[in-house]
């Protein structure tokens, strides 16, 4: 019976440390030094309304704007209250008969030679903000026909846009879909 | 995909190993430093509050338990936490710092996360941004998030001194191995760790979801439904189908960082979000991944040098350390290799690279071949890739790691502790082949300290091969299996290794939110957890009261390269007989039917 008494007592104030003072303190440092980190990164139009945030995905089907991948979250593509990946093993005919519509789609949007994978495979999140470097690239020319643009504007705008490796090594080359295409609107 | 991607990848992979080598040295000597009572930077700070501590809650700080009554102690301790857990799961709907106004879990859900979380395993089977309020998340999950992780270091420092102490009774007392654990190690730690994760993009607020117009509307097709939620038909029979605009994204916020921070450091490895670590609010840039690796791995590798320290030989500690990296590196390796090759049924249609079904852009293969080996390796199970969508092989290593017992590296506490009945049995048989009474660090090993090794390391092996046989010839157990043939089988096995080993990662596809799993699950964590831990304490208390022999001629060298090549087989042998079988039917066929071609 002490030995119950006790262990609420260990568990009452514990928990009051790392269920109350624990977050409150990081909330607090965060908010003072990290303030836009914390808020999620959110991005503004020149006219003050949000239009999404840095690190979440968003999808797109426009000829003119750059595709992100496809993504499995619940509902639609890219819905961020429903994060996660389609869970489908790799021999899942479900799996191959969804790349094999997404080739096709990008075949008859007029790319040809091989597809980085990236493009054709949904991420684990569903709400990846990125696609690699070569997915940007093979998808230029269709870009540059529908707004009517020289290729080397388009990729010149890539190449700003692209994220190197952290510190030289951590990661992959990169290209984040929504910045990229808010400063396709903005050429 | 570009050039020599695998160039960075191995810079990567060195850079993590040689840091976290030099963590386990200071960390460890600061831990052992901290369960020894000696004084240290934080001593001056925290001295008095964890005085004050023991004061309100009447505990004398002198005071000493044996291993029964340590046992008690934390299983009582526990026992209230996971009470506790359960009302706040079941009644959240009730209680403020709600913003999205999610309802209670319904019982059997309850039962099962709470369960989930007092173990270290994190299993979920809901979904945070959907299902959690953030009053659960930090005074529920987060809690159980630092009390299960001090419990594991508290049972095997408690183990420690049953090697190290002579003739004595008492293995130390568990209100201040859990407190100390609490105040000097985990607290401090995960508050920078959770400022330099909101430095690189995790969020950190209590604000409700927030909705954020699109730069591209777009829409969505589904069957339209009627009032009682049946779908519509037309003439011919047909659903008819209505389009669905979308126009706006709701994001969803949360206190992340302070959650993310002492999942990753406690091993416990439960997602904020469905996504888990592939979230780009957990896990935002290839650094904030490298970052969550290197937090993963740091306790349980800082407490193989810690060890060393307490019983007074860091080479055994070393010794530890060598074998559990060897296997880490052996499986960074195969899974590497299978996933680079990727899957060659996408090749045929076209698709260049490796395989990324279920993987993000910015980690690279590296990052995520390193997340997903080092969070199965230590029982934490967050993950930054999907587990079901990797190759078959480079499935079937996040599930070899974890049904090896969680030894390389293993949880905090727990690895530490299933390795050392590891190293027991291996001593133990090789004291019988070279014919002398077997002992490790000067006490021998009789009667007692085999059984509860054996019941140690097999008790989780059990479990897994019994449950995942009733949930095969059960209908609520086949039911729930999402994708078909041989990874149908694979996804059951994951899920039973993963609860019994107390790791918590899945396969996600299987459907594993019914009354079934939820039940099943649950008690494969219970039993995985709670009888290893009583079998080490048990086996702590018979140790401790031997006396100690001093090594002789005969005595067989523990810190040395042949015994841990020998402690290898033993693991690996006990692995490979216990779970070939069931390997061989479900990842390894569906390997050849992937390379044949369906």
Redesign the interface.
Known sequence: MKEIKRAVLFLITLSLLTGILYPVVVTVLARIIFPHQAAGSLIHKSDGTCIGSALIGQSFSGLGYFWSRPSATADFPYNPKASGGSNWGATNPDLLNRIKTNVAMLRSAGMDGSIPADLVTSSASGLDPHISLESAIIQIPRIAKERQLPQEKIYQLVQNYTENRQIGFLGNKRVNVLKLNLALDNL | ??NT?WL?DI??IA?LFILLTILAKFLGSYMAKVYQGERTVLSPLLIPLENL?YR????DKDAEMDWKQYA??LL??NG??MI?LFILLLLQGNFPLNPQKFSGFSWHLALNTAVSFITNTNWQAY?G??AAAYLTQ???L??QN??SAATGMAIVIAFIRGLVRRTSETIGNF?LD??RT??YV??PI??IA??VL??????????G??N?????S?S?E?PKLDSDNNPIKDVNGNRVIEK?P?KE?????G?V???E??KEFGTNGGGF???NS????EN????S??FEILLILSIPASLTYAFGRMVGSPRQGWALYAAMLFLLLLAIGMQYWAEYH??P??SK????????????????LG?SVLFSTSTTATSCGA????H?????LG?MIPMVLILLGEVVFGGVGSGLYTMLAFVVIAVFIAGLMIGRTPEYLGKKIEVTEMWMSVITVLTAGVIVLLFVAIALITRAGISSI????P?GL?QVLYAFASAANNNGSA???LNANTVFYNLMTALAMLIGRFVPAIAILAMSGSLVKKKYVPPSVGTLPTDQIPFILWLLVVILIVGALTFFPALALGPLV?HL??QGG?
Request: zero cysteines; charged letters at 5%.
């Open positions: 995909m570009t991607p960075f810079l990567q850079v501590i309100l809650a009447g505990v008690q102690a009582v301790f209230l936490g506790l979904s941004e959907s930090v005074m529920g987060a809690v630092f009390l209100w859990l407190t609490v105040l985990l607290l995960a508050m959770a400022v909101v430095s690189q993009g995790v969020i950190q607020n209590f604000s979801y927030k954020v117009s699109l730069l591209q777009t969505y589904k669905i979308v994204q709701t994001l969803p916020m206190p960082a302070s959650q921070a002492i979000f469905n996504a592939a979230h780009p609010f935002p840039t290839p650094f991944n490298f990727g899957n049924l996408l249609m076209g698709v260049s690279g490796f395989n990324m079904e279920g993987k993000e852009v910015r980690f690279g990052g993950v930054n890739t999907m079901d969508s990797l190759t078959p499935g999402a994708n078909p043939g990874h694979s396969f996600a596809g569906e039917i992937m369906i």
